[in-house]
Every structure is written in structure tokens, then in C-alpha cells.
């Protein structure tokens, strides 16, 4: 049983520019959600895909999007980067609504950005 | 979603036990109380989940008494490798699929 994969582990961007993170979800399930998470804070629910479509989002900008693929991958977008944008980005998979608290994490992108 | 409170930081030395206490006052009839674990630069790992009394796995005990206003999860002799964040949640299992973390409790284990 794979675990979540996360790529790439670290990226730096300049402000104003673009990111994509991809996502692999643990084999088996359905459902990813994507953290946000900054130097010494918890993680941050930015928004959740089942199905190939988002179901449900945390206070964040639309310049954040995501995809979710037939084969239950994901990515995360980021538009016009700011340097708050800085942080520990995690991909999370689950079972929709079953076991909903055995999220397996992945160990996440490290974005700067400068 | 139940409102969580846990200490900021907390040391101890290995060998010893470790209880970590959280408060959610306003827990709902079907929340349940979980939590993870989080070592630097990796994502967090679940460790234990329970509703009420007590729960013991392999890693770990949860103690939620009778009022479930309040949970302790116990770390028996801990080591090292135990020094982490440990983020208590608390939801519905059925009607909240999204996990909301707080800032948790950054556990030092000294030698």
C-alpha cells in the first residue's frame, strides 16, 4: 500500500508568478484535501476534491485553485504568488466520510517565496 | 466544529510518561476527539481517535472522561524521537469530512 507523494519537495518562486503541486493520493482513496501550513502554525484547510470536484474550501483567495484527476490525484495552483504565500503546502487523502480521521498526510511541498 | 485548547509547549525526559491535556468545553453529542502527531517538515500522522472513557493503541491512551469537555492523551515513556506537535481535533465523523487543526502542543523530550 503506497502512502500520499508529494511533488516537488521544495520550490522557490519569485512574487507574481505561478505554482503548481501535484498530489498522489494512498491507494484506495477518494478524497484529497490540501493544508496550508506556515513556520510554527498549524495546518490550514485550503479546500477539499472528491469526485473531481471541490467540496468544500477554508478562507482562502480564489488565485488558490486545484484539480482532482479520475485516478484521484490532485494538483493545487497558486496564482500571483505573495510572499505570505511562503509555506509547508500538504496534500492529504482519505476514504469520503469513512474513517474521515485516518487522513494519511503526505510530507508536503516546501514553497519560498521571494 | 468544537473549539480546541491545548498548552503551547511542553519538556520532558525520556522514560517518562507524558500527558498532554485538551479542553473542548463545546463538544457535540456526536463529536469524536482525535489526534495527530507532527514531526518537523513532515505531514501529520494519526495517532489515536476516541468518543468517551478510554482508548489505547499501540502508540498511545486517550482519556476522555464522562463531560468529554476535556481529553488526555497519554505518552508512555517517551523517548526522543517522540519530541513533535501533537494537535488534538474534535468532529463529527459522519457530517465534517475536513479536519481543522489548531496550533497544538510542541513536546520536547530531553535526554
Known amino acids: 500500500e503506497t502512502g500520499v507523494t508529494q511533488s516537488p519537495t521544495h520550490l522557490i518562486k519569485t512574487r507574481g508568478q505561478q505554482v503548481t503541486l501535484r498530489c498522489s493520493s494512498q491507494?484506495?482513496?477518494?478524497?484529497v484535501s490540501w493544508y496550508q501550513q506556515a513556520l510554527g502554525q498549524g495546518p490550514q484547510f485550503i479546500f477539499q476534491y472528491y469526485r473531481e470536484e471541490e467540496n468544500g474550501r477554508g478562507n482562502f483567495p480564489p488565485r488558490f485553485s486545484g484539480l482532482q484527476f479520475p485516478n484521484y490525484s490532485s494538483e493545487l495552483n497558486v496564482n500571483a504568488l505573495e510572499l505570505d504565500d511562503s509555506a509547508l503546502y500538504l496534500c492529504?487523502?482519505?476514504?469520503?466520510?469513512?474513517?474521515?480521521?485516518?487522513?494519511?498526510f503526505g510530507s508536503g511541498t516546501r514553497l519560498t517565496v521571494v | 466544529l468544537a473549539k480546541t485548547t491545548q498548552p503551547i509547549s511542553m519538556d520532558s525526559y525520556e522514560g517518562q510518561e507524558v500527558n498532554i491535556t485538551c479542553s473542548h468545553n463545546?463538544?457535540?453529542?456526536?463529536?469524536?476527539i482525535t489526534w495527530y502527531q507532527q514531526f518537523p517538515s513532515q505531514g501529520p500522522r494519526f495517532i489515536i481517535q476516541g468518543y468517551k472513557t478510554k482508548v489505547t493503541n499501540e502508540v498511545a491512551s486517550l482519556f476522555i472522561p464522562a463531560d468529554r469537555k476535556s481529553s488526555t492523551l497519554s505518552l508512555p515513556r517517551v523517548s526522543l524521537s517522540d519530541t513533535a506537535v501533537y494537535y488534538c481535533?474534535?468532529?463529527?465523523?459522519?457530517?465534517?469530512?475536513?479536519?481543522?487543526f489548531g496550533t497544538g502542543t510542541r513536546l520536547q523530550v530531553f535526554p
Open positions: 491507494s484506495g482513496h477518494n478524497t
Open positions: 481535533l474534535v468532529g463529527d465523523r459522519v457530517n465534517t469530512d475536513k479536519l481543522i
Open positions: 492529504a487523502s482519505s476514504l469520503y466520510r469513512e474513517e474521515v480521521y485516518g487522513y494519511t
Open positions: 463545546n463538544i457535540a453529542t456526536n463529536d469524536y
